[in-house]
């Protein structure tokens, strides 16, 4: 998933918002104008400017006003995510199959 820092007039955004759904590749768009966070990230990888639109990547990466041949290829060369870990571990089923087939199996006499 990727964050793309943006303005509600920025031409270049709205070009590139629907390049990233043609693709379907999934983004977060943040306004840097209602977020001043995002305006400080967006000026410290733009060397003071808020130019827009700015892709953050998943590593921590920016490209700024790129095309969607760059982003394709930025996200080609990012290592894979870790896999996450289910928060709760899928139950040991071997205990209901059992159950189970003792449902199914008539009493001995």
């Known amino acids: 998933m990727l ?9 270049y955004c709205h070009r590139l918002k629907s390049q990233l759904d ?16 995002a305006a400080e990230f967006v000026m410290s990888v733009n060397g ?5 639109p700015t892709v953050r990547f998943r590593d921590g990466s920016a490209l700024t006003n790129p095309t969607i041949v760059q982003v394709k290829d930025h996200l080609a060369a990012l290592p894979e995510p870790a896999p996450v870990e289910a928060e709760h571990p899928q139950p040991h089923r071997v205990p209901l199959l059992r159950w189970l087939r003792r449902r199914r199996t008539p009493a001995k006499p």
């Open 22 to 37: 043609r693709e379907g590749i999934g983004y977060e768009v943040i306004d840097i104008e209602a977020d001043p966070a």
């Open 3 to 11: 964050t793309m820092y943006s303005t509600t007039w920025c031409g």
């Open 48 to 52: 003071g400017n808020q130019t827009v």
